[in-house]
C-alpha cells in the first residue's frame, strides 16, 4: 500500500504520543504520585493506534484497561487524562474513576466496566444504536486475551454476530492474562481468529508490533463492518512488556522473552526504522518530536497536580440513587 509522507507523519505522531504517555504513567507512578494503579501498555501501542487510524466521524470505542493513553489519539486531552488519573476534579470522571474511567461521550469513547468483559455489550448496544440510523459507522470493542475465556465475551459476539451489528473486535494478544500466560488458558493459537467462525464471523490475525500491518488490516475489516455485513474479528499478536500492575515482579515468566519482544518487537522502533528507510524522517526531527511530546506531557502532569483534588463528597455525585 502506498501511503503519503502526511498519513506517515501523523501516524508516527500519534503512536509516539501513545508511547511516552504510557511511559510517563510509568515514570510518576514510580515517584508516588499516583493515588491508585497503571496497567502500563507499553509495547503495545502500535494495535490500538493503527486500527484507531481507520475511525470515521460518529464511530464508538469501548478502550481497554491497558494503553490507556491511546484516548488522546481520540480527542481526550492529556490535561484531562492525567487529572484523572491522578484523582483530581480535572479528569473525565471528576478524580473519581482513575486510571480505568477515561470516557468521553462527545469523543465517542463510552468507557469501560472495572470487570473485565462485562462491558462488552456496552459494545454491541452502541452498534445496534448505529445499526438503526444507517450511516455507516461502527464500533471499536478491545479485549484481551484474557478477557476473551469470559462468559459476557461471547454473549456480546453472539448478539453481534446474530443481529449483524456493526462492531469491529479487536483483541490485543499480549499472552498474559495477570500471572496466567495463553497457552496455559486456552485452546486455540488465536483466541480470537479461532473463535470466529463459531459465530460466522470474518477475521484476520496480525503482527501487533507492525502499526502499518495493524492499519491495513483494520482497514480491511472495517470496511466490511460498515458495508453492512456483521462484526468482525481482528487479533493482534503482541506481548506485555511490564507486569500486570506497577509493582509485579513478574516472578512468573522468563525474563529473556520479554527482553528479546523488547529488543526485536519494539513498535516505536520499526515505524521509526521504516521512516528513514523511506525518507520521511531524520533522526532530528525525530529527536525534536521527542523532546516536544515530553515538554507537552510534563505540562499535562503540572496541570492536573495543580487541579483540585476529589473530595469524598464527589462520591455522591452522577450516580443513579
Given at each position: ?33 499516583v493515588p491508585g494503579h497503571i496497567h502500563s501498555g507499553v509495547g503495545q501501542e502500535a494495535t490500538h493506534v493503527g486500527t484507531l487510524f481507520t475511525r470515521k466521524e460518529g464511530d464508538y470505542f469501548k478502550l ?159 470496511e466490511y463492518v460498515r458495508a453492512g455485513n456483521g462484526p468482525a474479528i481482528l487479533e493482534a499478536k503482541t506481548y506485555r512488556w511490564r507486569g500486570h500492575f506497577e509493582g509485579d515482579q513478574c516472578k512468573y ?69
Amino acid at each position: 500500500m502506498a501511503y503519503t509522507k502526511e498519513f506517515i507523519t501523523d501516524l508516527y505522531k500519534n503512536l509516539l504520543y501513545t508511547r511516552l504517555s504510557e511511559e510517563k504513567l510509568v515514570a510518576i507512578y514510580k515517584e508516588g504520585r499516583v493515588p491508585g494503579h497503571i496497567h502500563s501498555g507499553v509495547g503495545q501501542e502500535a494495535t490500538h493506534v493503527g486500527t484507531l487510524f481507520t475511525r470515521k466521524e460518529g464511530d464508538y470505542f469501548k478502550l481497554a484497561h491497558r494503553v490507556v493513553s491511546i484516548s488522546h489519539v481520540l480527542g481526550v486531552p492529556f490535561n484531562n487524562i492525567y487529572s484523572e488519573i491522578l484523582g483530581r476534579q480535572d479528569g473525565n470522571s471528576r478524580g473519581g474513576g482513575g486510571v480505568n474511567h477515561i470516557a468521553d461521550f462527545s469523543k465517542g469513547v463510552l468507557g469501560m466496566s472495572g470487570t473485565l468483559g462485562c462491558d462488552m455489550a456496552f459494545a454491541a448496544g452502541a452498534a445496534y444504536k448505529l445499526k438503526l440510523e444507517n450511516k455507516g459507522n461502527i464500533v471499536y470493542c478491545y479485549y484481551g486475551d484474557g478477557t476473551s475465556n469470559r462468559g459476557p465475551v461471547h454473549e456480546a459476539m453472539n448478539w453481534a454476530a446474530a443481529w449483524k451489528l456493526p462492531v469491529l473486535f479487536v483483541l490485543d494478544n499480549n499472552q498474559w492474562a495477570i500471572s496466567t500466560c495463553i497457552y496455559e488458558s486456552t485452546a486455540v493459537e488465536n483466541p480470537g481468529a479461532d473463535r470466529a467462525p463459531a459465530y460466522g464471523m470474518v477475521s484476520k490475525v496480525v503482527d501487533g508490533t507492525d502499526v502499518l500491518a495493524v492499519y491495513e488490516a483494520a482497514k480491511e475489516l472495517s470496511e466490511y463492518v460498515r458495508a453492512g455485513n456483521g462484526p468482525a474479528i481482528l487479533e493482534a499478536k503482541t506481548y506485555r512488556w511490564r507486569g500486570h500492575f506497577e509493582g509485579d515482579q513478574c516472578k512468573y515468566r522468563d525474563p529473556a522473552i520479554t527482553e528479546k519482544w523488547q529488543k526485536k518487537r519494539n513498535c516505536v522502533k520499526r515505524m521509526e526504522n521504516y521512516m528513514q528507510e523511506n525518507d520521511f524522517i531524520t533522526e532530528d526531527e525525530i529527536k525534536t518530536m521527542y523532546g516536544e511530546i515530553d515538554a507537552e506531557l510534563n505540562a499535562a502532569v503540572e496541570f492536573a497536580e495543580a487541579s483540585p483534588r476529589a473530595t469524598a463528597e464527589d462520591l455522591f455525585k452522577n450516580i443513579f440513587a
